[in-house]
């Protein structure tokens, strides 16, 4: 709530109206979409029609939106994650992450040039420290830094800042039995996939008896071959085992490939080490008594993708 009013603020301030026009108009875009985007998302398109961009602009944290080119933020490091290497289609990198604060919220700020990341590296800029963002891009609820962005350290004092987690960024050290999550971290452990076999027609487990294949209600059945595969994911706060099943496996690689070791063994160095978004649902592991995700979701974090935008955003 208190995002979008800094926002309609922002924009009556910058075309000239009084806040409850501006309002207006927003519920009026809102309704002729049919509801089907945020307050926030109908704000974004009126302060487009206004001809009001939010670039060179210097904003808080709390009126960030995924998409916006150039913004400038100060913030308090809150949360620094130690800086990770990654090597990704030959191509060899650093990457860095922090959690920057100001008074009306947080988000998580990536470093992807060199020169940011010494900074940390040297120790100039460290945990506790203001820091100011010039030029910076967002998208996912992050900011991301490129080599034409501006970090540095900031004179500025802040005192009250807004240190409790967002509540759409979960984190593992806090995940409870039942949620369904989506958290940002690496995947530090591939363990050989398993396979069990399953019924061909209703998909479900089959018993077998001196290689005979008995499905509960199809009888006897030529089973098809089913996949698991297990790993370990590290968000900076907490491991946790994940557990994959085909669907969301065939997604990274072709089931079949899992069967030939030389295909698998190389998708697990592949997968080891990479940073992905994963969102599943919180179980608890009957055998082993801890919590673990079964994935719903799992998409990588494209490093060169994301490498190629913002180098394209000058
Ligand atoms: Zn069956």
């Not at 990341?117 to 490129?146: A, C, F, P, Y």
């Not at 690496?186 to 076999?197: D, E, H, T």
């Amino acid at each position: 709530m208190q995002n979008y009013d800094l926002l309609i603020e922002r924009i009556a301030k910058s075309a000239g109206l009084e806040k409850e026009e501006v309002g207006r108009r927003v519920e009026a875009k809102k309704a002729k979409l049919s509801g089907l985007i945020s307050k926030e998302g109908a704000a974004q398109i009126i302060a487009a029609e206004l001809g009001i961009n939010f670039e060179d602009q210097d904003l808080k944290i709390s009126e960030l939106m995924s998409g916006m080119k150039r913004v400038n933020v100060i913030g308090k490091i809150i949360n620094l994650f130690p800086v990770r290497e990654y090597s990704k289609n030959g191509r060899e990198g650093k990457v860095a992450n922090f959690v920057i604060a100001d008074e009306t919220g947080n988000t998580r700020v990536v470093l992807w040039d060199v020169n940011h990341i010494g900074l940390i590296e040297d120790g100039t800029i460290k945990q506790d420290d203001v820091i100011e963002i010039k030029n910076g891009s967002t998208r996912d609820n992050e900011i991301h830094l490129s080599g034409f962005s501006e970090l540095k350290k900031s004179a500025e004092v802040l005192d009250s800042v807004k240190s409790e987690r967002m509540v759409s960024e979960e984190s593992l050290d806090k995940v409870l039995q039942g949620q369904s999550v989506r958290i940002r971290g690496v995947v530090v452990q591939v363990f050989q996939p398993r396979f069990y076999s399953v019924c061909p027609e209703c998909g479900k487990k089959v018993v077998s008896t001196d290689e005979v294949f008995n499905c509960g209600e199809h009888g006897v059945v030529v089973p098809k071959e089913r996949a698991i595969l297990n790993f370990v994911f590290d968000d900076g706060t907490e491991t946790m085992r994940i557990v994959m099943f085909s669907d969301q496996i065939s997604c990274l690689i072709p089931e079949e490939d899992l069967k030939d070791a030389e295909k698998a063994a190389a998708f697990r160095d592949d997968f080891l080490g990479t940073e992905i978004y994963l969102s599943g649902n919180v179980k608890r592991n009957q055998l082993f008594n801890n919590l673990e995700i079964v994935a719903s979701g799992v998409e990588k974090v494209d490093v060169d993708k994301l490498i190629s935008e913002l180098d394209s955003e000058k």
